[in-house]
């Protein structure tokens, strides 16, 4: 394996420096998730032309820490006749399953927590955990609601795992790596040669990029469903199910079904961002291009994925359990199979 | 879609155990505190009992304690947002029975009133209905554009939701100096408004597909259980008794009554009857736009009764065309100042009941929206 | 077939077409009223908290008899004429009665403006005041009496004598009608 991280250079290979990439993320993703949370209030604000929190801080900037540590104070509530040690369990096993992922996401050239070479597989792995956590805590409730949510969710993410893999299968085939920082160095240069615009090669590629689009929306697609967003919150959605799988949880452990939340949103994003826009590259060519310019472009393009994914939760009405599965099995499906031939034999002619 | 008919049958043969959820009272979208006992089979409703009486306030009974002119509050409390809509059977009732003609302006201004009234409720209605649907945005757009009705409202009456405005024989207060641009302004508001939830919720796809095709209540059910308002003409059934039974002056505009036509799935679904709300709105700007143009400047609003009203013995019934559907009083007299009885008929208890009838081998998420679709208040169910 | 593709177009498309709307609307000036900072002017008319002007209310009762909740208590102490303290009213009457008590409890109010409407001389009139938001229901009950107890007592201890004089001087009924010359006698 090839040595990917600066810090192995910087410190050498020891506990310090393992320690610094592990938790290197984490203060990411804390940070990230308050902005994120942030720009969920403020956006969906501005959509309903409102102007959402302005008390707190200038602008309203700092409600995302008052509403940590207001669930922070708030009492832990667990139900009587639950299962409580499923039920205690459950928001740190989803967690773990979000923060997980982030052990193969490159932020830049010079820093992927763990550069392994299967790493899409790896994300696909860990990203099923989620499922088990969010089961665990649906029948651990003892809440009807609770088991209600926790039966679609899985039923939702084992359904739009597929097409999100066909998809991203695609591009491996395209890429001929699983390996995330591979990926990213195959789509160096400018713009044209990101994935969802058929990657690097002649104008023969022309004909691909259409199918490449679809992939790239298919992806979209399958990962709304994944972090249970609107038009696909059907686990959680409020008018049905009160809060779905978690119901019953309150204070910090609902805090953490939060945090996974947006966490998760960040994976898909940056996987979306990895294998179809590019990853840490510059747009344009040598311009800005670098290893600290790197993390900027690759936070940047996976935010504004993040950006999009806000956008929608605030425009769109929620699917159906019946219609889910029909758009899952029955229309993202059957397209990405179409293009994952047509990118298959782009590679073949190639 | 015959889909999930068919669901259904394939669901009832494999033989499953059942599970009862109680939605509501303190459900998210119940409207109200309304508890229904839903058995679900998986996914799909088999049986709803609709549970009422959270909200009971023993109005009925009330009444016959009080003057008449001391109902009236009460009376905005029954369905409380659309309440204008709500006193006018009332006053016109007492009318009847007293034999006492209001002036025109005074009906002008209720039509204004009830008109407006009426917008501000199909606003709540549609909202809603989105809102159990998963859409967010275009509740606030109604709300946004509801408040500016209500400060109308306001202006002229006093309060915000519960106006105690019409009295009988007259109004409790003239128009104030620039009504007649505001309700102008609101009306073009209302259809701007419109016309933008169109794209973003109505013609939504995603909208499309949850809401047409269920919860189909045939024209028949729906006589049969005596439906009225845009429940009844969502299933193609032309009756709105502004038109059938005009009362008031509502002969002297030209308006149409939308009916469910099919549009998208089939008539007396969820969809069609959101959107014969939807196009009473605009059918209400056009009554309003009339309305304004017609109205008399000059004249009194105030009644020419005396203070104490004291209907001669007899009794009455007089109904009216609410938002929800029809509300009528039942008026009786004892020629003192205090009614014998009074019985109120709400459109909102009768729709009601039609929910176990309609919701049955749907899914769990549409019985929400059926109950949205009817758009019923809790207040005029229980009473 | 090509219902099938004409669903996804149209699923896509309308998603589509509302992402422009929402796009549109986040560039709109926004309507929200920073509340505490920034206040919608209610109108004239609105009903809001009530206010009774006392040098006005002649103790009628009718506010209290139209109230249809009840919420107003009034009671009144006939004007004794021994009272050195006399009112006038401002319509250049005598006052009549004095308003021992006058509470409304907000707590039962339900702001239906009847009480406005048949007070004669508008002493009870609605404000645009709605901010009066308390700990507990008892300071919600108002009160808007301009008599101390010590005055409301006084006042009862005059009018007891000035009857008990009556009584002695007028033993065959009631003195109503008859109360200013009554006082002018006793002068003479």
Redesign the interface.
Known sequence: MENVNFLYDLLGKNVISVLLIVSLPLMFVLVYALIAILAELKVSAWIQERLGPMRTGPWGILQPIAEVVKLIQKEDITPDRSSKLLYNLAPFIIFTGAYAAFAVIPFSEYFVPAGINLGLFYIFAVGSISAIGIVMGGWASNNKYSLMGAMRSVAQLISYEIPAAMAVLSIVVLASTMNMQEINKIQSGWFWNWFIFGGPGTLAKLWVIPFTLGLGLIYFISSLAETNRVPFDIPEGESELVAGFHTEYSGMKFAMFFFAEYANMFVVAAVLTTIFLGGWNSPFGDFMQGPFWGVFWFVSKAFTVVLVQIWIRWTLPRFRVDQLMYIGWKVLLPLSFICFMAVSLYVMLK | MSDIKRLDLEYSQLESDRMRINVGPQHPSTHGVLRLEVEVDGEIVTEVVPHLGYLHRCFEKHCEKMTYLQVIPYIDRLDYISAMNNEWPYVMALEKLMDIKVTDKVEYIRVIMAELNRIANHQIAVATFGLDAGAFTPFLFFFRDREYIIWILEKMSGARLLYNYFRVGGLAADVYPGFKEDCLNIVKQVRKTNAEVMDLLIYNKIFIQRSANVGILTPEVAINFACSGPVLRGSGVKFDLRKDEPYSIYDRFDFDIPVGTGEVGVVGDCWNRNMVRVNEMEQSCRIIEQAIAQMPDEGDVKALVPKRIKPPKGEVYMRAENPKGELGFYIVSNGTDKPERIKARGASFVNLSVIPEISKGYMFADLILILGSIDIVLGEVDR | MIQYIK??W??L???F???R???K????????I?YPDERFK??E???NRLYLEMSRCNGCNSCAI???VNCITVETIRVSPDDPHQEVHYNGKDRKLWVSRYDIDFAKC?????CT??CPSEAIQ?TTEYEYSVYNRESLLYKFQTLTPEQVKEKERLLAEFRAIEKVCHPEGDAKPAEKKVVDKKTE
């Not at chain 3, 609307?25 to 929200?32: G, I, P, Q, R």
């Not at chain 3, 339900?110 to 009847?114: D, K, P, Q």
């Open positions: 669903n996804i149209a699923g498309s309308s998603t077409i509302g992402m709307i929402t796009w609307h986040l560039f709109v000036k926004k309507v929200t920073q209610l109108p008319k609105a009903r139209a109230c249809p339900c702001y239906c403006g009847l409407a048949v609605h």
